[in-house]
């Protein structure tokens, strides 16, 4: 949970890569950005996350023209950069997965059967989840073992 002390981010340089905080609304740039650097940089403001709303995000540029972050963003915008992907790959790895019989399904339905009573009801405290967590990693035991 977001503690009201951590209300202010300041970051150089590192903001684009291994970067996991989906909270900042609102980003001041003060050096140029370029291509993928300014689709990166710019990007994080926009995550979703239950506790923010599109009418949050604001970012404040000191330092780029706007036709030059609208250029970086453009290859993006109008085109996908993945191929297309098999319909049918999530269960081919299925199958190729459970060739290996480490897995058992009775064992992974406990688990999701487990792993949703323990969150049932929405917000749980800090020691619920804990304990949920010890329970739920004994689940997985079989499979590790």
Known sequence: MPKPEHRILVVAEKYQTGFDQPLPTTMYVDKILVKLAAVQNLSRPNRTHRL???????????????????????????????????????????????????????EMDTFVTAYFAAFQGGSATDMAIMKAHARLYGYLQPALD
């Open 52 to 106: 923010k709303t599109t009418e949050d995000l604001f970012i404040l540029d000191f330092a780029n023209r706007p036709e030059d972050i609208e250029q970086a963003f453009q290859q993006y915008y109008e085109a996908s950069v993945s191929e297309p992907t098999d319909p049918n790959l999530l269960f081919d790895r299925e199958r190729e997965v459970m060739a290996y019989q480490l897995l058992v399904e009775a």
